[in-house]
T-cell receptor, first 118, second 113 residues
């Protein structure tokens, strides 16, 4: 068990380009989350998956953002037509909670992908 | 509107003394609270949590206190060690949020030898 893995660690792109990030959760964790963190702020929820199903999306997730988890294992987050305001740390987290809605869920975070849009 | 507030951006403490980090929340529906620690260039790491049915939870040097009437929680670290120097995030959620954590802005703790 190597923890949550995110690639790439850093991404520099020009405004208007598309970018894709990958997250490999802890094996057999059925929940996968994407968060975004900007300088001086705490992480902000973007979306989450229960296995391959995307169950919740934040209003922060504009239509330029799309996330997938096709086989219930790794996930990708794509940002189309990037804007300078998309510059942030994108964090992935996973947990092993089941379908029962539970409040005592503990998330394990990856080291994040730092996106810089020039 | 921030639902979880950490009003102290930074805190400096001498090694061996107590560190107290504070957090306030506005949403009375929150029923689970967590503290995460974050080192530079790493993701947040879970530290300790507390359910709203409790008012205290201890884990080694770390204790979290919850005052529901005041909508306030605090993290105590005793004794503080230089390795505790990090950014500490308070987070909260409730059953209906399905694990969607609401984070504060964080407090940077510096423990000086």
């Amino acid at each position: 068990d190597t923890g949550v893995s995110q690639n790439p660690r850093h991404k520099i792109t020009k405004r208007g380009q598309n970018v894709t990030f990958r997250c490999d959760p802890i094996s057999e964790h059925n929940r996968l989350y994407w968060y975004r963190q900007t300088l001086g702020q705490g992480p902000e929820f973007l979306t989450y998956f229960q296995n391959e199903a995307q169950l919740e999306k934040s209003r922060l997730l504009s239509d330029r953002f799309s996330a997938e988890r096709p086989k219930g294992s790794f996930s990708t987050l794509e940002i189309q037509r990037t804007e300078q305001g998309d510059s942030a740390m994108y964090l992935c987290a996973s947990s092993d909670r089941g379908r029962v809605i539970a409040t005592n869920e503990k998330l394990f975070f990856g080291s994040g992908t730092q996106l810089s849009v020039l | 509107d921030q639902q979880v507030k950490q009003n102290s951006p930074s805190l400096s403490v001498q090694e061996g003394r107590i560190s107290i980090l504070n957090c306030d929340y506005t949403n009375s529906m929150f029923d689970y609270f967590l503290w995460y620690k974050k080192y530079p260039a790493e993701g947040p790491t879970f530290l300790i949590s507390i359910s709203s049915i409790k008012d205290k939870n201890e884990d080694g040097r770390f204790t979290v206190f919850l005052n529901k009437s005041a909508k306030h929680l605090s993290l105590h670290i005793v004794p503080s060690q230089p390795g505790d120097s990090a950014v500490y995030f308070c987070a909260a959620n409730y059953g209906g949020s399905q694990g969607n954590l609401i984070f504060g802005k964080g407090t940077k703790l510096s423990v000086k030898p």
